[in-house]
């Protein structure tokens, strides 16, 4: 059993930065894959990124690459999401989820463990 708590969520201007962290319980946080989603009003949920359980291995969603960065501290047990150069559209409720596979992956299905989200809001 994993328990994940995301944190550092809260309101930046358009072209700013935050750092998201998931923090989880539980000795063995080093065997999952962790992935970040988010879910907009009105909208589906979308992929951001994952990271694999070493943190040698990352993938981003399409919407994201060469703006948010994923890195994990297992001796901490929390996995990261820098947001840089934050714009409008990024705005919703992101969630990190804790996976038991190998390779880091996009699907939600596959995520076994969900936290309950922080507030991402970018004003214009």
């Known amino acids: 059993q994993v328990q994940l708590v995301e944190s550092g969520g809260g309101l930046v201007q358009a072209g700013g930065s935050l750092r998201l962290s998931c923090a989880a319980s539980?000795?063995?946080?080093?065997?999952?894959?962790v992935g970040w989603f988010r879910q907009a009003p009105g909208k589906e949920r979308e992929f951001v990124g994952a990271?694999?359980?070493?943190?040698?291995?990352?993938i981003d969603g399409d919407s994201v690459k060469g703006r948010f960065t994923i890195s994990r501290d297992n001796a901490k047990n929390t996995v990261y999401l820098q947001m840089n150069i934050l714009k409008p559209e990024d705005t919703a409720i992101y969630y990190c989820?804790?996976?038991?596979?190998?390779?880091?992956?996009?699907?939600?299905?596959?995520?076994?463990?969900w936290g309950q989200g922080t507030q991402v809001t970018v004003s214009s």
């Open positions: 989820a804790a996976a038991a596979g190998l390779l880091p992956t996009s699907e939600a299905v596959r995520y076994d463990y």
């Open positions: 539980g000795r063995t946080f080093s065997r999952y894959v």
């Open positions: 990271i694999s359980r070493s943190g040698a291995s990352t």
